[in-house]
């Protein structure tokens, strides 16, 4: 589900780890709400995180309208992915020093986007980069996708004037529609619900189903070549049920960087882990960045 931008500081010296979690897609800053705060709190409150939206995916507040706004005005397609990858790195640029040391953390397509990030800005100062269930390869050829494809790329359309119906219902009647499609859980984040909301919205879910058909067509050859040459601080998660990356994906990615932290979920946990393992998630990044932190 991807993609937003965190950013961790140590306070009280200028060095800074930073962060970047990407809900696949939708891009919902709202669903890591307590994935960032329990990340937080793991690294003793030592880091300041910051998480931001995929560009339109989410309402804007009330009197301001969505518009494709840009510092870089030859960028065409600011919602697609190539948009969404160099707004992440606009928020850089425009937040975070130069000097400062990152580490980002990418879910689903987030961790497609972070690796073009690391790729189109080599001068970034990436500590270590965490790839959270990543869809870096074949989308369209993985379960999923193929499920999902014909109805991204061709009938999306479709599903605009139901949303546009559906916009006009009370919010706790909407709340309970999302509480009803999630009722399969046994445990669900009630922030998960709150930020679901926005997917009622006809433009959010315009952008994100365009997003998510670029996906399809776009992510199809992993980038060996920027793995390779950032290998040593890439950290690979993989899932065993993942219907978007499926554990073959694992084993060949394992197969062709042997050297590289590569590792498989033994926990069970789903693709959209915000929905109902976010802090376990968060225990377990924060075990895995102790040696990173403790050298800044």
Known sequence: MAHGSLCLKQLGRRTCSGAQSHLSNPGLAGYYRTFIQALYCGLNQQYPVW????????KPPSGME????????????????????EHKLNFLKKNVSKDIKLVLIAHSIGCYITLEMMKRASELQVLR??????TIERMAQSPQGKLMTPLLCKLRYILYMPVYLLSFLPEGAKASLVRFALRGMKTCDESSIITSLNLFSVDCIANILYMASQEMMKVVERDSTTIKKNLKKLIFYYGTGDSWCPQHYYDEIKMDFPDGDIRLCEKGLRHAFV??????????????LQDDLTKL
Do not use: R, Y
Request: aromatic content about 6%; hydrophobic content about 50%; overall charge negative.
């Open 51 to 58: 998480v931001v939206s995929h560009a339109g995916h989410c």
């Open 66 to 85: 969505m518009i494709e706004d840009t510092d870089i005005k030859e960028l065409e397609d600011v919602f697609g992915l190539n948009g969404q990858v």
């Open 129 to 134: 980069s965490v790839l959270l269930f990543p």
């Open 275 to 288: 929905l109902d393992a976010s802090k376990e998630m968060a225990a377990m990044i924060t075990d895995w």
